[in-house]
T-cell receptor
Framework: AQSVTQLGSHVSVSEGALVLLRCNYSSSVPPYLFWYVQYPNQGLQLLLKYTSAATLVKGINGFEAEFKKSETSFHLTKPSAHMSDAAEYFCAVSADSSYKLIFGSGTRLLVRP | NAGVTQTPKFQVLKTGQSMTLQCAQDMNHNSMYWYRQDPGMGLRLIYYSASEGTTDKGEVPNGYNVSRLNKREFSLRLESAAPSQTSVYFC??????????????FGPGTRLLVL
């Protein structure tokens, strides 16, 4: 069975500081991994996806994530936080033929001025 | 392209009432999904349709029915609403073909309150 764990339901950083949002997955087969962002009262928007081509994946808005098989992790990072990054972030895994996504519980990012 | 659209945006129901949530996509995607989002629980899959003419249960299907009306439209019906169905509902779609894992694209959501 597939699962996703996001460590930390809330993360607070200062503007300009490094953003690190953690995601660990469980899958018996090579996974496809996704990060989505949700701004208040909106739907989910794709940030980036890992589909086995390259372990370091670059996404929109300066975010990137690194797939580490040995650690079963797919953490999301951004070198310098901006106020507009304040949102909820979801990690998701898809690892079977059904194309279903399994979502983590989300991490709310707060950016302090 | 409008992407994925959902109607209505907001709805208040009384316990026992029925309603249908509508979803349409204009991206020629073959797969469509319905999720519910509750605080601290991420998104949970209710039903999905891998292709026109097929539907399958997801993680939390009880109390819901779906109809894949055509390739563009996928509706979710609550036959007898319960307070436990108070949630935000998202529709999503993706293109699905062998060997490719495309991302899912989401609609703006429907906020449902059941009193």
């Amino acid at each position: 069975a597939q699962s996703v764990t996001q460590l930390g339901s809330h993360v607070s950083v200062s503007e300009g500081a490094l953003v690190l949002l953690r995601c660990n997955y469980s899958s018996s087969v090579p996974p496809y991994l996704f990060w989505y962002v949700q701004y208040p009262n909106q739907g989910l928007q794709l940030l980036l996806k890992y589909t086995s081509a390259a372990t370091l994946v670059k996404g929109i808005n300066g975010f990137e994530a690194e797939f580490k098989k040995s650690e079963t992790s797919f953490h999301l990072t951004k070198p310098s936080a901006h106020m507009s990054d304040a949102a909820e972030y979801f990690c998701a895994v898809s690892a079977d033929s059904s194309y279903k996504l399994i979502f983590g519980s989300g991490t709310r990012l707060l950016v302090r001025p | 392209n409008a992407g994925v659209t959902q109607t209505p945006k907001f709805q208040v129901l009384k316990t026992g009432q029925s309603m249908t949530l509508q979803c349409a996509q204009d991206m020629n995607h073959n797969s469509m999904y319905w999720y519910r989002q509750d605080p601290g629980m991420g998104l949970r899959l209710i039903y999905y349709s891998a292709s026109e003419g097929t539907t399958d249960k997801g993680e939390v299907p009880n109390g819901y029915n779906v109809s894949r009306l055509n390739k563009r439209e996928f509706s979710l019906r609550l036959e007898s609403a319960a307070p436990s169905q108070t949630s935000v509902y998202f529709c999503a779609s993706t293109v699905q073909f062998s060997g490719v894992k495309a991302a899912q694209y989401f609609g703006p959501g429907t906020r449902l309150l059941v009193l």
